[in-house]
């Protein structure tokens, strides 16, 4: 199917010729598939004939959306699991061992700095972070022997950090390491990671790909024998497949995907130029904005620059608060995305474990103010900031949790 278009291919990649006719994916609510007979169940489990056996590591819809992602993805295969964190989780597990190291750019998403920083050691293994991630030097300083794969997302949540995939890349190959990309908030329709020489992308597909914040779900495209490793070595012990239910939600997410991905991006820009251009904002983190420093860097790599961005208002936590709790279209929530605008404050919840040195080490200052803009009219979500900007001088009604001044803990 790769000869044919991204649009065609979310809707027709992948070898789906087991299925019976059908306009959607068949969605196989089924833990388990009948054998024929006690030789048919021999043959399959030990791999000497295709078929499906117990739904922890195999499931026809949740094959489905492998095989489509792995069509998009440009890679031999995929590996669906239940949430983006367990998608890194299992690669994490596969490839890195007690006395291992991986190198990854500090600018991840909170539940990655938690899984490397935290879970890595509880492994035996240890973290390397890139502080200075725009420098190729660091990454390469950074690297021990022990290194098993080079990590990086891009663009990041929620700082919008934009790497050089290819010279990251060039330095993975010099040194005979996997580079792997977290394309969560670009997506395939907009960045192909492997096409710019990355090795592995793992997704949280629970975000653009599902679409509207209905299925949670993550995903690891790479070779066939990375996948195939995983599948024997870590899904079945470690247990967080994908629901096959959620693989369908998936499915219609991807569908949609490429239309979405230009709506969000076009109304993404336009909400960019309105922020940048306000008296009450004193920085603005959208690559798409010509005034970015990561702005000549979207075209050689990516389509668009999909819709995350960041803010910091001039004026107090106070003001940011009320600007926050004054929004009426946009939705106040830790999550991105989605059909829907979603306001989020990055320091006092999706990035809060990471504590506030590690944070300003990251780009994330305690007043960042975090929107994945959706597909709502243009207009609307214009006029929705816009009276929302009015009312940080009004003295609107602040929710009690935020009088003290004091972030609520992690949760
Ligand atoms: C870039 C990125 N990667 C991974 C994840 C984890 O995904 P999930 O919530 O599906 O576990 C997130 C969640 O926000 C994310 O933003």
Not at 178 to 194: E, G, K, S
Request: aromatic letters at 8%; proline letters at 6%.
């Amino acid at each position: 199917m790769t000869k044919h278009g991204f649009s065609t291919n979310a809707l027709h990649g992948g070898d789906t010729s087991f299925q019976p006719d059908s306009m959607s994916t068949p969605i196989y609510q089924s833990v388990a598939y009948p054998f024929f007979d006690a030789v048919e169940a021999a043959a399959i489990s030990s791999g000497q004939k295709p078929g499906f056996t117990y739904g922890r590591w195999d499931n026809p819809t949740v094959q489905v959306f492998e095989k489509r992602m792995a069509v998009l993805e440009h890679t031999e295969a995929a590996i669906a699991a239940a949430s983006g964190m367990s998608a890194t989780f299992l690669l994490t597990h596969h490839l890195v061992g007690p006395g291992d190291n991986v190198v990854s750019s500090n600018r991840v998403y909170g539940g990655t700095f938690g899984l490397f920083n935290v879970g890595l050691p509880r492994m035996g293994a240890n973290i390397n972070w890139v502080t200075n991630p725009e420098s190729i030097e660091a990454w390469e300083a950074a690297i021990t022997p022990r290194t098993k794969f080079i990590f990086v997302e891009t663009p990041s949540n929620p700082a919008l950090f934009i790497a050089d995939i290819p010279a990251l890349a060039a330095l993975a190959k010099s040194k005979n390491l996997p580079l792997v990309v977290d394309n969560t908030i670009a997506t395939p329709a907009l960045q192909q990671p492997v096409l710019l020489g990355a090795d592995i992308v793992v997704h949280s597909t629970t975000k653009y790909i599902c679409g509207n914040a209905t299925a949670l779900g993550g995903i690891v495209c790479g070779s066939h024998e990375l996948i195939d490793g995983i599948r024997q070595n870590c899904i079945r012990y470690l247990g967080p497949a994908m629901a096959p239910f959620n693989a369908w939600l998936n499915l219609l997410g991807l569908e949609t995907l490429a239309l979405r991905m230009d709506r969000h991006c076009q109304n993404a820009l336009a909400v960019a130029k309105f922020f940048e251009k306000h008296p009450k904002v004193s920085l603005v983190n959208y690559p798409g904005l010509e005034s970015n420093p990561y702005h000549k860097m979207i075209k050689p790599q990516m389509k668009g620059c999909s819709s995350l961005m960041s803010i910091e208002l001039k004026g107090t936590y106070e003001q940011a608060t009320r600007f926050i709790d004054s929004l009426l279209i946009i939705t106040h929530a830790t999550h991105l995305g989605t059909c829907r605008s979603i306001v989020t404050h990055p320091a006092s919840t999706t990035h809060a474990a990471m504590g506030e040195e590690e944070m300003r080490k990251a780009g994330i200052s305690p007043s960042m103010i975090r929107f994945s803009i959706g597909i709502e009219d243009e207009a609307d979500l214009i006029n929705d900031l816009a009276q929302a900007f009015d009312a940080i001088d009004k003295k609107a009604k602040v929710k009690e949790d935020f009088t003290t001044g004091k972030y609520p803990q992690a949760y």
